[in-house]
């Protein structure tokens, strides 16, 4: 299935260690998105567009799954499982 939501940037959050990714919907269609990075996803959440206010998001097998609306333009703070993490890493969100 063809998705209708671009990603339009990826950036390192400034207040945490986690990745932010800017995507938005360019076909006026609602749709579930599912994001597969470079390495696992630990924990993800939706944030306002100056990335406060974070609502947790579902991460089944190291990917994130959200939905999108149409015309939407959405923010999402990553959070990366690497080895050097320890469980229970105070960095993310429990």
Not at 47 to 72: C, F, M, R, W, Y
């Amino acid at each position: 299935m063809v998705s209708s939501v671009v990603v339009s940037a990826v950036k390192k959050c400034e207040d945490d260690i986690a990745v932010v990714v800017r995507l938005y919907d360019i076909e006026g269609i609602d749709s579930t998105p599912e994001m597969n990075l470079f390495t696992p996803v630990k924990a993800a959440e939706r944030t306002s567009i100056i990335e406060d206010n974070g609502t947790p998001l579902t991460v089944k097998n190291g990917a994130v799954k959200l939905q999108v609306g149409h015309h939407a333009i959405e923010t999402v703070k990553i959070f990366l499982q690497s080895g050097q993490e320890k469980e229970g890493d105070s960095a993310v969100p429990q």
